[in-house]
């Protein structure tokens, strides 16, 4: 199974519109004070949780790297 290894706010294309949704589904990694932030030391075991936010996300600006790939994957 793929592991998480970051998860990141990517305006290249679009900008966080600070709805909260990820925050909403996944508080343990994701908060929205203004535009949206990944905790310090957040927990990326939560995988299914990400995923999901990053899905959920409307503009697409949730990036995931999986295995040090080194490579982007915005799910959205
Ligand atoms: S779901 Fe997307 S647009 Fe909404 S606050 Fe999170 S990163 Fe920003």
């Given at each position: 199974?793929?592991?998480v290894?970051?998860?990141?706010l990517?305006?290249?294309?679009?900008?966080?519109?600070?709805?909260?949704a990820?925050?909403?589904?996944c508080?343990?990694v994701?908060e929205?004070p203004?535009?949206?932030?990944?905790?310090?030391g957040?927990d990326?075991s939560?995988?299914?949780?990400?995923?999901?936010?990053?899905?959920g996300?409307?503009?697409?600006?949730i990036?995931i790297?999986?295995?040090?790939?080194g490579?982007?994957?915005?799910p959205?």
């Open positions: 199974m793929a592991t290894t970051r998860v990141w990517d305006e290249s294309e679009n900008e966080c519109t600070m709805c909260g990820c925050e909403a589904t508080p343990e994701f929205v203004e535009k949206m932030v990944v905790k310090a957040a990326l939560l995988d299914d949780q990400i995923l999901e936010s990053a899905e996300c409307p503009v697409g600006t990036a790297e999986y295995d040090n790939s490579k982007r994957d915005n959205a």
